[in-house]
């Protein structure tokens, strides 16, 4: 029986797929920069294969970050047990899988460079996720 992938491995290939997107680089463009091919990176994406720490400094190097970056809000193993992760703490942005939604709106965020108007969208932004929900909705 085939075993799961980690949860820290998919968080991490998680994470490099976030700033991949983020920063416009396709599977292909990191696979030839680091040597290998994209459907090697689409497994290093899904946690299916580990992604080597030397491996993930040249994915750091590339991607413009730092390699802490891919384990900010990683699941914890839980003292003792080496086979055995804990969930992350719930928080809006710890444990959450981006959509390319997700991906979209930040990018556009990014683009804006008047401060107020960015603050502006951080608050209706906020507001609209408190709104509770209609009936039929």
């Known amino acids: 029986m085939k075993k799961a992938p980690d949860p820290v491995d998919r968080y991490v290939g998680h994470r490099v797929r976030v700033r991949r997107l983020l920063v416009g680089v396709s599977q292909e463009r990191l696979g030839d920069a680091l040597g290998v091919t994209f459907q090697q990176v689409q ?13 993930l400094q040249q994915i750091a190097e590339m991607l413009g970050v730092p390699v802490s970056f891919f384990y900010e809000g990683a699941p914890r193993t839980e003292a003792g047990d080496d086979d055995t992760a804990a969930d992350a ?10 959509t390319s939604q997700d991906l979209q709106l930040v990018r556009a965020f990014q683009r804006i460079g008047d401060s107020q ?20 909705e």
């Open 117 to 136: 108007i960015r603050r502006r969208i951080i608050s209706l932004v906020e507001a609209l996720g408190n709104k509770p929900k209609l009936d039929g």
């Open 43 to 55: 497994k290093y994406e899904k946690g299916a294969n580990r992604i080597s720490a030397s491996r």
């Open 89 to 98: 703490p719930d928080s809006d942005h710890g444990n959450m899988f981006w």
